[in-house]
């Protein structure tokens, strides 16, 4: 595949380039129920007699014999029309020789690496779901010294199904250690990310693109190459870019019948609480039930893809931030669950219908004994927990499938981790499951490798009811519930118009207030400016009142000396007129008056001297003073006050 040749539409849809004529399952179509006759191995399980292998699903199919030979059936199956009917329901591929069968043919045609395969050219179509609706698959993890721990595994002998076994061969006494447990596939030390890919998650891939949901997760203890698996090196890609390039694969082959849009998120789980690694917010994604009973997680960065490189891209941005830590077994643990989720919008151009299917990609914390260190020791509790949480989900689910659960056992604790509750539509049948248990085969590792085994075991027992995903056919019902849409928008745009409107007068009217309150402010100033000048002024003249009232004072006091000197004069004048007038007349008395009148003159200058403090006595005063006076008062008149 050549991703340079897709390029996002301006829609963000992808237009990629097209190819020529290739495996076409279009003629595949669903003919009601026919009567496919039942295995008798169908209900075996062999660790459990009683616990059937593949659970039912609710398709009702009937295959043409061309039908079922151009998926590459054997000729003796395609020969046979019949049913999948409600349980057991065998699975397609579960009918073959399995091994050879996906290898050889259905696993070729769904991997695009040498080809792509166009599948449907009506947006899905309604194909049947491919492949078992649940594979287990276990993987041993490669060991470098010699393990006296043997374990053994191989195909089982027969089997219609062509599963395989894993035993533990060592001289045990436990029997949970001594069985032998069964699933889809058993990949050796050996075996490379490429061929757990194709058998057992290429099935998954392909249906998602066919427009059913599916969910591939690793499980096992710590250390044991669930990473590895899932995610690869460089040199050995795992599922999750194998799975991207071959949906952008499908992609392009049907380019010409569809349009595409694919969107990833990635979360990770750490101590119970999710984080959103694209957006690597603060803020904690919340999960809610939909109305329809989906799981919601919001908010939730949902990036738009156009490559499986842009994919890898925005894994390996979201892989530097999770949560890593040495462990005693790993020196790179991941010590949170990551669950990347593929959306894929499918919109068929001829039925203008619409389809979206959601892979989920989960890497799972592994589990593991208490560590010796405080911090991995807490991580270790949650993710222990959480995994309990898992196994006791997969277990009620298992047991209400076997009619096994007793009421009180009723309850499926979905809700008591976080991890269950965002698989919880997975696990609850409504996702084909691929689950891939990475086991190691060291003998101090022999109990937590047969826990992930019982609980693979366990997964294959969990109820399946996988339905493609609703197209949404009703053109003309679109189209209505799209224009009320677009009413109800136009609605919410006037009145947001309106008030706008009115935000945008509010702030006028602010800002008329605003400059008014400005100018009010250089107005007042400059009152306070004058008010400073005049309150100088002011002061100014009240000084200069001082001194005229000072020189008033000074005035008046000079009148009143001119004035009293003045009278002394006259009386002087007057007593010598009568004293001339008493020689004749009164002799006697002259004497006392003239006593009298100086008496009264000498008391009248003392007053005025003490008050003036200028010589009024005319005997005291010289003539100059008396004239200095006289003109001072004439020249210097008192000033009006
Ligand atoms: N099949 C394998 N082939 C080669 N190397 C492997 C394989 N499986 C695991 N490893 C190596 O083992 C180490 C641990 O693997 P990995 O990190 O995938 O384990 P894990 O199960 O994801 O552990 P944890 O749960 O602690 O994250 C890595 O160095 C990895 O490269």
Redesign the pocket.
């Given at each position: 595949m050549s991703s340079s040749a897709n390029k996002p539409s301006s829609t963000g849809m992808v237009t990629p380039r097209r190819y020529s004529t290739m495996t076409t399952l279009r003629n595949l179509t669903p003919q009601g129920k026919g009567n496919y006759p039942q295995s008798p191995l169908v209900n075996r399980n062999f660790s459990n007699p009683s616990t059937p292998m593949f659970r039912s699903n609710s398709t009702q199919l009937n295959f043409t014999s061309s039908s079922a030979l151009d998926l590459g059936l054997p000729e003796a199956v395609a020969a046979s029309p019949g049913t999948l009917d409600r349980y057991p329901r065998p699975s397609l591929l579960s009918l073959q020789d399995a091994s050879s069968y996906r290898t050889d043919s259905f696993d070729s045609a769904v991997s695009s690496s040498s080809k792509a395969a166009k599948f449907s050219s009506s947006g899905g179509g309604d194909l049947p779901l491919l492949g078992n609706d649940i594979i287990t698959s276990i993987?041993i993890?490669?060991i470098n010294q010699p393990s006296n721990n043997i374990w053994t595994h191989g195909p089982v002998p027969n089997d219609l199904y062509g599963r395989e076994y894993i035993r533990q061969d060592s001289s045990s006494n436990s029997s949970a250690l001594q069985q032998e447990y069964m699933f889809n596939h058993v990949f050796g030390?050996e075996?490379d990310n490429s061929s757990i890919y194709q058998k057992s998650v290429a099935s998954v891939v392909r249906n998602v693109f066919c427009g059913y949901n599916g969910i591939v997760f690793?499980y096992?203890?710590?250390?044991?190459?669930?990473?590895?698996?899932m995610q690869g090196?460089e040199d050995e890609p795992g599922i999750i870019p194998l799975g991207m390039r071959d949906l952008f694969d499908m992609v392009e082959s049907n380019a010409d019948s569809d349009t595409f849009q694919i969107r990833i998120s990635y979360l990770e789980i750490y101590n119970e609480r999710i984080r959103d690694l694209i957006s690597n917010s603060q803020e904690e994604p919340k999960v809610r039930e939909g109305a329809n009973g989906e799981v919601i997680v919001s908010p939730m960065t949902r990036v738009l893809v156009t490559s499986p490189e842009e994919v890898s891209q925005v894994i390996e941005q979201c892989n530097a931030i999770r949560k890593?830590a040495a462990?005693d077994?790993?020196?790179?643990?991941?010590?949170s669950h990551a669950i990347l989720q593929v959306f894929l919008i499918r919109n068929s151009l001829s039925t203008h219908t619409t389809r979206t299917s959601t892979l989920s990609l989960v890497?799972?914390?592994?589990s593991?004994r208490a560590s010796t260190d405080h911090e991995r020791r807490k991580e270790g509790a949650f993710i222990n927990k959480s995994l309990l949480t898992l196994g006791t989900v997969i277990s009620r689910l298992s047991n209400s499938v076997n009619g096994g659960s007793s009421s009180s056992n009723n309850h499926i604790p979905y809700r008591e981790s976080k991890l269950t509750r965002l698989l919880q539509q997975s696990l609850s049948g409504q996702s084909q499951i691929s689950l891939l248990a990475?086991i190691s085969i060291e003998a101090r590792h022999a109990v937590e490798s047969t826990n992930t085994l019982k609980f693979a075991m366990r997964t294959q027992n969990l109820p399946t009811e996988i339905r493609q995903a609703e197209a949404s056919t009703n053109y003309q019902a679109e189209v209505t519930s799209l224009r009320a849409a677009l009413a109800k928008s136009n609605q919410e745009l006037e009145l947001f118009s309106n008030t706008l409107k009115q935000l945008k007068s509010d702030l006028e009217e602010r800002d008329a207030y605003i400059s008014w309150l400005e100018a009010e402010k250089s107005h007042e100033s400059a009152i306070s400016r004058v008010r400073l000048r005049m309150e100088e002024l002011l002061s100014d003249r009240n000084m200069e009142i001082a001194d005229l009232k000072e020189d008033v004072n000074d005035k008046e006091k000079i009148i009143y000396a001119l004035r009293s000197s003045q009278r002394r004069r006259e009386l002087a004048e007057l007593n010598q007129s009568k004293i001339r007038f008493s020689r004749f007349r009164d002799l006697p008395n002259r004497k006392y008056e003239i006593d009298e009148s100086e008496k009264e003159n000498s008391t009248l200058s003392k007053e005025n001297e003490s008050a003036t403090g200028y010589v009024t006595d005319p005997a005291e005063m010289d003539q100059d003073d008396v004239e200095t006076i006289s003109l001072e008062a004439i020249n210097s008149p008192p000033a009006a006050v």
């Amino acid at each position: 595949m050549s991703s340079s040749a897709n390029k996002p539409s301006s829609t963000g849809m992808v237009t990629p380039r097209r190819y020529s004529t290739m495996t076409t399952l279009r003629n595949l179509t669903p003919q009601g129920k026919g009567n496919y006759p039942q295995s008798p191995l169908v209900n075996r399980n062999f660790s459990n007699p009683s616990t059937p292998m593949f659970r039912s699903n609710s398709t009702q199919l009937n295959f043409t014999s061309s039908s079922a030979l151009d998926l590459g059936l054997p000729e003796a199956v395609a020969a046979s029309p019949g049913t999948l009917d409600r349980y057991p329901r065998p699975s397609l591929l579960s009918l073959q020789d399995a091994s050879s069968y996906r290898t050889d043919s259905f696993d070729s045609a769904v991997s695009s690496s040498s080809k792509a395969a166009k599948f449907s050219s009506s947006g899905g179509g309604d194909l049947p779901l491919l492949g078992n609706d649940i594979i287990t698959s276990i993987r041993i993890r490669p060991i470098n010294q010699p393990s006296n721990n043997i374990w053994t595994h191989g195909p089982v002998p027969n089997d219609l199904y062509g599963r395989e076994y894993i035993r533990q061969d060592s001289s045990s006494n436990s029997s949970a250690l001594q069985q032998e447990y069964m699933f889809n596939h058993v990949f050796g030390m050996e075996s490379d990310n490429s061929s757990i890919y194709q058998k057992s998650v290429a099935s998954v891939v392909r249906n998602v693109f066919c427009g059913y949901n599916g969910i591939v997760f690793a499980y096992g203890m710590t250390g044991t190459g669930k990473t590895y698996s899932m995610q690869g090196t460089e040199d050995e890609p795992g599922i999750i870019p194998l799975g991207m390039r071959d949906l952008f694969d499908m992609v392009e082959s049907n380019a010409d019948s569809d349009t595409f849009q694919i969107r990833i998120s990635y979360l990770e789980i750490y101590n119970e609480r999710i984080r959103d690694l694209i957006s690597n917010s603060q803020e904690e994604p919340k999960v809610r039930e939909g109305a329809n009973g989906e799981v919601i997680v919001s908010p939730m960065t949902r990036v738009l893809v156009t490559s499986p490189e842009e994919v890898s891209q925005v894994i390996e941005q979201c892989n530097a931030i999770r949560k890593t830590a040495a462990t005693d077994y790993n020196t790179y643990s991941s010590r949170s669950h990551a669950i990347l989720q593929v959306f894929l919008i499918r919109n068929s151009l001829s039925t203008h219908t619409t389809r979206t299917s959601t892979l989920s990609l989960v890497d799972l914390a592994g589990s593991e004994r208490a560590s010796t260190d405080h911090e991995r020791r807490k991580e270790g509790a949650f993710i222990n927990k959480s995994l309990l949480t898992l196994g006791t989900v997969i277990s009620r689910l298992s047991n209400s499938v076997n009619g096994g659960s007793s009421s009180s056992n009723n309850h499926i604790p979905y809700r008591e981790s976080k991890l269950t509750r965002l698989l919880q539509q997975s696990l609850s049948g409504q996702s084909q499951i691929s689950l891939l248990a990475t086991i190691s085969i060291e003998a101090r590792h022999a109990v937590e490798s047969t826990n992930t085994l019982k609980f693979a075991m366990r997964t294959q027992n969990l109820p399946t009811e996988i339905r493609q995903a609703e197209a949404s056919t009703n053109y003309q019902a679109e189209v209505t519930s799209l224009r009320a849409a677009l009413a109800k928008s136009n609605q919410e745009l006037e009145l947001f118009s309106n008030t706008l409107k009115q935000l945008k007068s509010d702030l006028e009217e602010r800002d008329a207030y605003i400059s008014w309150l400005e100018a009010e402010k250089s107005h007042e100033s400059a009152i306070s400016r004058v008010r400073l000048r005049m309150e100088e002024l002011l002061s100014d003249r009240n000084m200069e009142i001082a001194d005229l009232k000072e020189d008033v004072n000074d005035k008046e006091k000079i009148i009143y000396a001119l004035r009293s000197s003045q009278r002394r004069r006259e009386l002087a004048e007057l007593n010598q007129s009568k004293i001339r007038f008493s020689r004749f007349r009164d002799l006697p008395n002259r004497k006392y008056e003239i006593d009298e009148s100086e008496k009264e003159n000498s008391t009248l200058s003392k007053e005025n001297e003490s008050a003036t403090g200028y010589v009024t006595d005319p005997a005291e005063m010289d003539q100059d003073d008396v004239e200095t006076i006289s003109l001072e008062a004439i020249n210097s008149p008192p000033a009006a006050v």
